[in-house]
């Protein structure tokens, strides 16, 4: 049975810094997804992943797999307040192609 | 190009009532996807329908939980009787199955209050 978990679970950082969230994820997934959401807001998709070594990057964030290690990361670059939200990364896998959500990370970004 | 719509926003009732939430999917998007959100926790699948198709319902209760999606597009999710461990955000999703990516846009939810 895949299952996806997420470090860290809470993550309170300063403007400027750079930090990094790991998903790590039980058994083959062919592809990785990464979403983000504000407070009372739904997902919004950020990044897919299909490949290992996939890197992708867009504005201060960037994503990337490495199946062999079943591990996706999302890297933070100097962040900014505007970044604050929860993360979920997103693996897929079963009987049924099911897409499986870690518990999500939240992300406070301090001026 | 309109996103998923999804309503209500917000229900608040009883327990041992009825409630019923509506999705409409983004036009062309053959999979439909209805998701249970409780706080602080990512997004669980209660059921996948491709066109008419519910093709994953294993963790649908479905002693109080029924799905309807006529015609291939629109989407119903009825809970009848209500319980107080219900109340959670019910997120609706759709994608292109046979896209690359295969990716899922998500409905703005609704958030539904048992008392």
């Known amino acids: 049975e895949l299952k996806v978990e997420q470090n860290p679970l809470f993550l309170s950082m300063q403007e400027e810094k750079n930090y990094t969230i790991y998903c790590n994820y039980s058994?083959?997934?062919?592809?990785l997804y990464w979403y983000r959401q504000d407070p009372g807001k739904s997902l919004e998709s950020l990044f897919v992943?299909?490949?290992?070594?996939a890197v992708k990057q867009e504005g201060r964030l960037m994503a990337s797999l490495d199946t062999k290690a079943r591990l996706s990361t999302l890297h933070i670059t100097a962040a900014v307040h505007d970044l604050s939200a929860t993360y979920f990364c997103a693996a897929v896998g079963g009987t049924y192609d099911k897409v499986i959500f870690g518990p999500g990370t939240s992300l406070s970004v301090i001026p | 190009e309109a996103g998923v719509v999804q309503s209500p926003r917000y229900k608040i009732i009883e327990k041992k009532q009825p409630v019923a939430f509506w999705c409409n999917p983004i036009?062309?998007?053959?999979?439909l996807y209805w998701y249970l959100q409780n706080l602080g926790q990512g997004p669980e699948l209660l059921i996948r329908?491709?066109?008419?198709?519910?093709?994953?319902d294993s963790q649908l209760p479905k002693d109080r939980f029924s799905a309807e999606r006529l015609k291939g597009v629109d989407s119903t999710l009825k809970i009848q009787p209500a319980e107080l461990g219900d109340s959670a955000v019910y997120l609706c999703?759709?994608?292109?199955?046979?896209?690359?990516?295969?990716?899922?846009?998500f409905g703005p939810g609704t958030r539904l209050t048992v008392l």
């Open positions: 058994t083959t997934s062919d592809r």
């Open positions: 999703a759709s994608s292109f199955r046979g896209g690359r990516y295969n990716e899922q846009f």
């Open positions: 036009s062309g998007h053959n999979t």
């Open positions: 992943l299909l490949s290992n070594g």
């Open positions: 329908y491709e066109n008419e198709e519910a093709v994953d």
